[in-house]
């Protein structure tokens, strides 16, 4: 089993600070995906990544491949309240089966 | 297009009950993944099909067992609940036959309770 391991568990910052959460393991990937969860819903996919060093940003996130593809980041810039959420990185075996971390559980207070 | 459907959204169960979740994919995909959310253990693959036939299956006991049906809706059930069947049961479908770096669309979950 490739264990997805995230940090912190837990973040609550205040509106306009930057923050990073991360998402390690011993194991190397082909890739993986970052999702965000609002409560009560399922979760949203943000970015997958694919390359080793590879940088994708998507407004206010950019995120992050590890050079040796076994971790990643998450960096949000001026975080707002809307950005609040359970963030989780994954990756997904074959058939569709898809292994999650702990999640980060982010709060930011306007 | 409609997303990802489940019914019911809330549920609650007694000990030893049975509960069966049904789960609507997007039109189209013939993918359809089941995950288990608590609090304790985050979020854990449960099953998959695709084209009326499980795929994958995660390591759950087997009163968890799922099907789908010829237009690809899915249901799943949990006989002879226990208190630690509690959790918020997603569901997910992709068009991907395959895994890798697809995207999977997750409905907003069922909230099951065991009393």
């Known amino acids: 089993t490739q264990l997805l391991e995230q940090s912190p568990q837990f973040l609550s910052i205040q509106e306009g600070e930057n923050l990073t959460v991360y998402c390690n393991s011993s194991s190397v990937f082909s890739s993986l995906q970052w999702y965000r969860q609002e409560p009560g819903e399922g979760p949203v996919l943000l970015v997958t990544v694919v390359t080793g060093g590879e940088v994708k940003k998507l407004k206010r996130l950019t995120f992050q491949f590890g050079d040796a593809r076994k971790d990643s980041s998450l960096h949000i810039t001026a975080a707002q309240p809307g950005d609040t959420g359970l963030y989780l990185c994954a990756h997904n075996n074959a058939g569709n089966m898809l292994t999650f971390g702990g999640g980060t559980r982010l709060m930011v207070k306007p | 297009k409609a997303g990802v459907t489940q019914t019911p959204r809330y549920l609650i169960k007694t000990r030893g009950q049975q509960v069966t979740l049904s789960c609507s994919p997007i039109s189209g995909h013939r993918s359809v993944s089941w995950y288990q959310q608590t609090p304790g253990q985050g979020l854990q693959f449960l099953f998959e099909y695709f084209s009326e036939t499980q795929r994958n299956k995660g390591n759950f006991p087997g009163r968890f067992s799922g099907r789908q049906f010829s237009n690809s809706r899915s249901e799943m059930n949990v006989s002879t609940l226990e208190l630690g069947d509690s959790a918020l049961y997603l569901c997910?479908?992709?068009?991907?036959?395959?895994?890798?770096?697809?995207?999977?669309?997750f409905g907003p979950g069922t909230r099951l309770t065991v009393l």
């Open positions: 997910a479908s992709s068009y991907r036959t395959s895994g890798g770096a697809g995207e999977q669309f």
